[in-house]
Structures are given as structure tokens and as C-alpha cells.
């Protein structure tokens, strides 16, 4: 979509905050202010409910990631146990045949007694250096034996542990897509309580309230300016919009899903720069940008914790995965809290010019929030996908 497109739309939305402000006026019964903070209540727990379930969905992916790591430490310490293993016991043979050669006489310490009786001076030399050369080896056997069985044991431990954190990894992980799920359906029972009005009401304040914040922003001048992306910030979010109209899925990683966090990470993967998989992550390991200098492609973050993450595409506007039952859209930079914003490639250079990526239509449909679709039938919560394998991912 160009951007004079662009900012068209962003004007659109502001024009129409007095007439959305008078609907969702209109809508509860006259002089009846009960019903209008009830609404605005609702609205409120309902933003929460996805905060606290996008919260544990972001705990989710980390420890979903720390899991697949530590499958992967699991199985490197479960290999070198198994080699240390056949070291001991090749040890051990080694140690048995030269104890069975000693007690057979067969060994090169029996010459030990000619030594003591030999006449020959050069030949009891000889003897000596025998002696030596055989007790070496034997000393050899025994320090390997004693190595290969310290490295066992240690091994034999550290798999041990490797074994009870990769359990409690898997155990965390599950107590977070646990949590997420209770709010969620939570989510659902209370959604499908609401009348029809209540839920167009719903939809009205949402759009009145982001419609209000997103003028507070503009007018403030942080994003004035002409701004272009880097080579790299152009091919994410080119990616980016490439996926608009994809469904949100709590902790999926695309092709066909993605969570908030999950489409930031695949749409920079494409443009070559690997991300952290979490929205916490991201902020707290990439370079920080005033939204005076927010160039399209950056990532911007939301909320005190940092559980939501969008990048920006220009003109006041961002692409992103909202909520359980929305999808992949273009939204206001201010319909959630801002926290910040990062950039994954602080050192490549802005182009010289840029025309954004055309936008499908529709693409600004529908409210962040995700209550404004048809609800899920009985059974997981929409947007949760079914447990991993214990593995983690492949």
C-alpha cells in the first residue's frame, strides 16, 4: 500500500472516533451510565484476560526453547556416557587380561626374580629396563581404568540432572500452555455471555479508545518525517504482509500460524537476521530506538512486560498477530500499551527509497482484541494449539 494510502487510512481512523464515540454512547440506553461503565468494565477484564494469557504464552515459547536446547545437551551427555561406558569396560578387559597373564606367570614382572639372581650385569640392565618398561604399563592400565571410571561416574551424574531439568522444563512448559488455556476460555465463556449489542458496544469503545490513543501519538510529532527501511527491514516486512489474514495460533511459528512474537521472528529469519522466539527476548536483547528515529521494519514492543510485539510498517501503522481468534492484520502502532521499540539490524543503512509493500484487502479489518469474529466451538480454546512432543521441537 503506498503511503499516501496508508496515511489515509490512519486519518480515516481518526475521523471517526466522534461518530464511534456517539454509538458506543447510543448504544446502552439513555442517561443509563451503569451500562456504559459495565461495558467499559468488560472491555477492561477482557484486554486483561488476553494480556495474562499472551504473558504465559510468551513463557510458553521460552520454555519451549530452553526444552529443545536442553533435548539437545540431554542427548550429547546420554552419547558421551554411552562412549565413556565402553572406554571403562574396554578398560576393565584390558586391566582383567594383564591380572590373569600375573597370575598365569605369564607376565613380563616374572623376570623380576632373574633380575634379583642374575651374575650379568648387562643382562640384569636389560632385566631392569623390562621391568620398567612392564610396570609402565601396568601403572597405564590401571590410570586409564581409574580415569574412564571418574569420567563415567561424572557423566552418569550429569545425565542424571540433564534428565530431571529437561522433566521440569517439560513440566513449566505445560503449567504455562495450562494457564493460557484458563484464560482463554475464560475469554470465551465470558464473550459468549454478551448480547449482540453488547458485543458491537464492545467493538465500538475498542475502536474509540485506540482511534484516541493513535491521535495523542500522532500529535505528539514522534513519527513525523519521511522514513525508509533498511535493505533487510523491507524484506521482513514484505514477508510480514505476505502473511496478513493468517490466523493467530498461541505458540505457533508459521507457515500457516503465528503468534505475535513468532511472525516478528520468521517475517526477520526471511530477511536473513535471527531472532530471539520470544517478544521478551527480543526486547531485552535488541538495540533500543526512540519512536523518533522508528524506521518500518523495527519491532515494536507493548505493554509493561513486554508480552506483545508488532513491526512497523509505516505512517503510524503496524503488522501484526493480535489476539486468540483475530488474524494477521494491519493495526494503529497505538492500539495496545507501548513499551519501546527495537531494531534488528541497527547497522544497516535506511534506503534511499522505499515503496511499502501493497497491502491485501482487508487488511485493517477487525479489532485487535478478536472478539469481533465467530467464536470456537467446544473443545481447546481458539488459538491454542494441541501439546508439543515431550522432545520439543524437531
Not at 252 to 272: N, V
Request: aromatic residues 4%; contains cysteine.
Amino acid at each position: 500500500m503506498p503511503g499516501r494510502l496508508l496515511r489515509t487510512v490512519c486519518t480515516t481512523v481518526l475521523a471517526v472516533t466522534t461518530t464511534l464515540a456517539g454509538t458506543a454512547t447510543a448504544t446502552a440506553a439513555p442517561g443509563d451510565e451503569g451500562a456504559e461503565t459495565s461495558v467499559a468494565a468488560l472491555l477492561t477484564r477482557l484486554r486483561t484476560l488476553y494480556q495474562e494469557s499472551e504473558r504465559a504464552g510468551e513463557a510458553y515459547n521460552a520454555a519451549d526453547e530452553a526444552l529443545a536446547k536442553q533435548t539437545a545437551r540431554t542427548r550429547r551427555t546420554t552419547a558421551e556416557l554411552a562412549a565413556a561406558r565402553r572406554a571403562l569396560a574396554r578398560g576393565r578387559d584390558e586391566a582383567g587380561r594383564l591380572a590373569r597373564r600375573q597370575y598365569q606367570g605369564r607376565s613380563e614382572l616374572s623376570p623380576y626374580l632373574d633380575l634379583l639372581l642374575a651374575r650379568d650385569p648387562q643382562h640384569a640392565l636389560d632385566q631392569g629396563r623390562l621391568v620398567a618398561r612392564a610396570a609402565r604399563a601396568q601403572a597405564g592400565v590401571v590410570t586409564r581404568l581409574q580415569a574412564a571410571e571418574r569420567r563415567a561416574d561424572a557423566l552418569a551424574t550429569a545425565s542424571r540432572k540433564a534428565l530431571e531439568h529437561h522433566q521440569a522444563l517439560l513440566a513449566g512448559r505445560r503449567k504455562h500452555q495450562e494457564t493460557a488455556q484458563a484464560k482463554l476460555r475464560e475469554v470465551e465463556r465470558l464473550l459468549a455471555s454478551l448480547s449482540p449489542d453488547q458485543l458491537a458496544h464492545l467493538t465500538s469503545l475498542d475502536k474509540v479508545q485506540t482511534a484516541g490513543a493513535q491521535s495523542q501519538l500522532l500529535g505528539s510529532g514522534a513519527l513525523d518525517g519521511a522514513r525508509t527501511p533498511s535493505a533487510a527491514g523491507a524484506e521482513a516486512l514484505r514477508f510480514a504482509v505476505r502473511q496478513i489474514g493468517k490466523p493467530y495460533e498461541w505458540g505457533a511459528e508459521g507457515p500457516d500460524t503465528y503468534d505475535c512474537s513468532g511472525l516478528t521472528q520468521q517475517a526477520w529469519a526471511a530477511a536473513g537476521r535471527a531472532l530471539p522466539r520470544t517478544s521478551q527476548e527480543q526486547w531485552r536483547t535488541l538495540p533500543r530506538v526512540p519512536l523518533t528515529r522508528l524506521r518500518p521494519g523495527d519491532l515494536v514492543v507493548y505493554f509493561p512486560d513486554a508480552t506483545h510485539v508488532a513491526l512497523y510498517l509505516g505512517d503510524g501503522m503496524v503488522v501484526h498477530a493480535p489476539r486468540p481468534g483475530a488474524r494477521i492484520k494491519v493495526s494503529p502502532i497505538a492500539a495496545n500499551p507501548l513499551l519501546g521499540a527495537v531494531r534488528p539490524d541497527p547497522a544497516g543503512a535506511p534506503l534511499e527509497t522505499f515503496e511499502p509493500p501493497e497491502l491485501p484487502e482487508g487488511a485493517t479489518d477487525g479489532t485487535d482484541e478478536g472478539f469481533d469474529g465467530s467464536q470456537p466451538s467446544e473443545g481447546a480454546p481458539a488459538g491454542v494449539r494441541a501439546e508439543a512432543p515431550a522432545e520439543g521441537r524437531a
